[in-house]
Nanobody, 118 residues
């Protein structure tokens, strides 16, 4: 089992920045592929970014240049740096993890709310 705990959410004005953290425990972090998802009110959950065991990253096009995903294996923690935030970034953000041999993210955090005011 893996426990994921997000932190860093909150209220920010448009154009501002926030950094989310996702701390993992219970399994060897270096064996986990990690991701950030988000879900806005009335919308489906969408993928925001992923980071592999080796540090390769993917950022959804609409967030490229504004969001940065990273991980610190020594601290078993993943991060999402969010800059130039927009009201449409308002959502609950979730971190997710999967063992590198599996295809589906099957470990999820509880979610953290990000609200961007205009």
């Amino acid at each position: 089992q893996v426990q994921l705990v997000e932190s860093g959410g909150g209220l920010v004005q448009a154009g501002g920045s926030l950094r989310l953290s996702c701390a993992a425990c219970g399994r060897t972090f270096v064996n986990l592929e990690m991701a950030w998802y988000r879900q806005a009110p009335g919308k489906e959950r969408e993928l925001v970014a992923t980071i592999s065991r080796g540090g390769s990253t993917y950022i959804k096009d609409s967030m490229k240049g504004r969001f940065t995903i990273s991980r610190n294996n020594a601290k078993s923690t993943m991060y999402l740096q969010m800059d130039s935030l927009k009201p449409e970034d308002t959502a609950v953000y979730y971190c997710a993890a999967r063992h590198y041999l599996l295809q589906t993210y099957h470990y999820w955090g509880q979610g953290t709310q990000i609200t961007v005011s205009s």
